[in-house]
């Protein structure tokens, strides 16, 4: 079964508007973190924002916001004021369980973002 | 954020040859690092993980024979295409965990290319 859900192959918005990327994971950890990676056309991957499981606040980084609606399962990334350079592949990815010695990364299918002006 | 290093950034090989793609953290240390592959359009898809001083974990499918991996040191991680074939070629990228969510920081990545 698919863990993580990326069910926008691809976006567009205009400069300085807000845009949603949709994710939705499936889990039955109680313990979990969810993370959102961009990737420009040169291919290295930057991570963007985190959310654990048990954060009460949604996760905020510069323009980058995490909707975080556990009960939905779900974990969309909101970029305000788009700019130019955010045009990118963006990935959700989703890490299960406590221990980090022996997490992994689980990736959505990408999000391809075009922000025109 | 931490760096993360691969070399080379591309490489073009004939049918039948061995590339090797070295993967470093540049100002910390990693005891796990993480190999993934990503075809054109496609996901990361997480090959094995790199355990300092003992044997890769080696996801389903995975062939370890010819993905063979050498975690050597605390900064150094290095993935071997045995007897490369055109269908292994793709986006290779490499990451390591640091950080306040330890989350991984991903290496440039490596475009291999098999003739």
């Known amino acids: 079964a698919q863990k993580i859900t990326q069910t926008q192959p691809g976006m567009f918005v205009q400069e300085k508007e807000a845009v949603t990327l949709d994710c939705t994971y499936d889990t039955s950890d109680q313990s979990y973190g969810l993370f959102w990676y961009k990737q420009p056309s040169s291919g290295e991957m930057i991570f963007l924002i985190y959310?654990?499981?048990?954060?009460?606040q949604n996760a905020t980084e510069g323009r980058y916001s995490l909707n975080f609606q556990k009960a939905r399962k779900s974990a969309n990334l909101v970029i305000s004021a788009s700019q130019l350079g955010d045009s990118a592949m963006y990935f959700c990815?989703?890490?299960?369980?406590?221990?980090?010695?022996?997490?992994?990364?689980?990736f959505g299918t990408g999000t391809r973002l075009q922000v025109f002006p | 954020g931490a760096v993360v290093s691969q070399h080379p950034s591309r490489v073009i090989c004939k049918s039948g040859t061995s590339v090797k793609i070295e993967c470093r953290s540049l100002d910390f240390q990693a005891t796990t690092m993480f190999w993934y592959r990503q075809f054109p359009k496609k996901s990361l898809m997480l090959m094995a993980t790199s355990n300092e001083g003992s044997k890769a974990t080696y996801e389903q499918g995975v062939e370890k024979d010819k993905f063979l991996i050498n975690h050597a040191s605390l900064t150094l991680s290095t993935l071997t295409v045995t007897s490369a074939h055109p269908e292994d070629s793709s986006f290779y990228i490499c990451?390591?965990?640091?950080?306040?969510?330890?989350?991984?920081?991903f290496g440039p990545g490596t475009r291999l290319t098999v003739l």
């Open positions: 959310q654990g499981s048990y954060d009460e």
């Open positions: 990815a989703m890490r299960e369980g406590r221990s980090y010695n022996t997490d992994k990364l689980i």
């Open positions: 990451s390591a965990r640091a950080g306040e969510y330890n989350e991984q920081f």
